[in-house]
Nanobody, 125 residues
Framework: VQLQASGGGLVQAGGSLRLSCAAS????????TGWFRQAPGKEREFVAA???????YYDESVKGRFTISRDNAQNTMYLQMNSLRPEDTAVYYC????????????????????WGQGTLVTVSS
């Protein structure tokens, strides 16, 4: 199973980026897929996830600014990030897990079985 994240880059505060995560060797159907991020010196933290079939969850810090979506037929997941802030600067990782049953489980990195390599998002002030 391989997850390939892309779409990161340098953007000014208030700008937008769209991250993509393509999976090979694994289907998104019936699984939970999520985005996490890790800033320098900090632990990996939950950003957003989709629990099959289409329930989306967001961390409070990104709610209303980020939108998660996925195309099960293409095994691709997206994270549309608007109104970016300097505190959004981090390496963003995509991940996939077996169907998770609770919000707490969805938010926990240890419950995810496969991870992408990460894509760096830098937001300048």
């Amino acid at each position: 199973v391989q997850l390939q994240a892309s779409g990161g880059g340098l953007v000014q505060a208030g700008g937008s980026l769209r991250l993509s995560c393509a999976a090979s060797g694994h289907s998104f159907s019936y699984h939970t897929t999520g985005w996490f991020r890790q800033a320098p010196g900090k632990e990996r933290e939950f950003v957003a996830a989709i629990r099959s079939p289409s329930t989306a969850y967001y961390d409070e810090s990104v709610k209303g600014r980020f939108t998660i979506s996925r195309d099960n037929a293409q095994n691709t997941m997206y994270l549309q990030m608007n109104s970016l802030r300097p505190e959004d600067t981090a390496v963003y990782y995509c991940a996939i897990a077996r169907a998770l049953a609770s919000i707490r489980a969805v938010r926990t990195p240890g419950n995810y079985n496969y991870w992408g390599q990460g894509t760096l998002v830098t937001v300048s002030s």
